[in-house]
């Protein structure tokens, strides 16, 4: 059973900015694509980015583009999601989700077969 494991979440103010981490706990599974999710307080889990593996394209939701970057690193099936200029709305517990296979519904939590604990993110005005 893969296992995938976040860090790099934390208090930081409006403005700043967090590099999130998620690592897959076997080396030798080869994902079609990996996503982060978010889950605000009092609000439903939503999508946040995807990479797919082979070709490194990324898919944003409109609220983070231009603040957000997901990039992965293969050797390490490493998943990273860089947050710049930080708003009080970006708090939230972000989750780490991996797929095997291409399902067509890359925003959706059911494309997912795996997923991390999550790692608070808070933003403070």
């Known amino acids: 059973q893969v296992q995938l494991v976040e860090s790099g979440g934390g208090l930081v103010q409006a403005g700043g900015s967090l590099r999130l981490s998620c690592a897959a706990s076997e080396l030798t599974f080869s994902p079609n694509a990996m996503a982060w999710f978010r889950q605000a307080p009092g609000k439903e889990r939503e999508f946040v980015a995807v990479i797919t593996w082979s070709t490194g394209r990324a898919y944003y939701t409109d609220s983070v583009k231009g603040r957000v970057t997901i990039s992965r690193d293969n050797a390490k099936n490493t998943v990273y999601l860089q947050m710049n200029s930080l708003k009080p709305e970006d708090t939230a517990v972000y989750y780490c989700?991996?797929?095997?296979?291409?399902?067509?519904?890359?925003?959706?939590?059911?494309?997912?077969?795996?997923w991390g604990q999550g790692t608070q993110v808070t933003v403070s005005s």
């Open positions: 989700l991996a797929r095997r296979y291409y399902r067509g519904r890359s925003f959706l939590e059911p494309e997912y077969d795996y």
